[in-house]
């Protein structure tokens, strides 16, 4: 099973940027999506979810209304549309995915792709 990240940069605030995140090796739709993040000399924090069964997206306090999750099950890709972006945004991202969701959403999950660099500049 593997995840790959893709989509980061270097943009100014108030651009947007588009974060890719491929599964290979699962059955996609069996497994629920996240996007995390970590600052430098941060803990990792939840940005976004998404949660096949239910067709549900939830949103860490930051992220609401300027991020946008989505998916294709025939593609196995989800992104982060990540607009109005803002200094503090500045982080690696990493995608992650487990058939527990709870798992998913307390950052447990059992499989994370290797990041993509996002930064931000004023």
């Known amino acids: 099973v593997q995840l790959q990240a893709s989509g980061g940069g270097l943009v100014q605030a108030g651009g947007s940027l588009r974060l890719s995140c491929v599964a290979s090796g699962l059955v996609f739709s069996e497994n629920d999506m996240a996007w995390y993040r970590q600052a430098p000399g941060k803990e990792r924090e939840f940005v976004a979810a998404?949660?096949?069964?239910?067709?549900?997206?939830y949103y860490a306090n930051p992220a609401k209304g300027r991020f946008i999750i989505s998916g294709d099950k025939s593609t196995n890709t989800v992104w982060l549309q990540m607009n109005n972006l803002k200094p503090e945004d500045t982080a690696i991202y990493y995608c992650?995915?487990?058939?527990?969701?709870?798992?998913?959403?307390?950052?447990?999950?059992?499989?994370w792709g290797q990041g993509t660099l996002v930064t931000v500049s004023s």
């Open positions: 998404i949660r096949w069964g239910v067709g549900h997206t």
């Open positions: 992650t995915k487990d058939s527990d969701w709870g798992k998913v959403v307390a950052g447990k999950a059992d499989t």
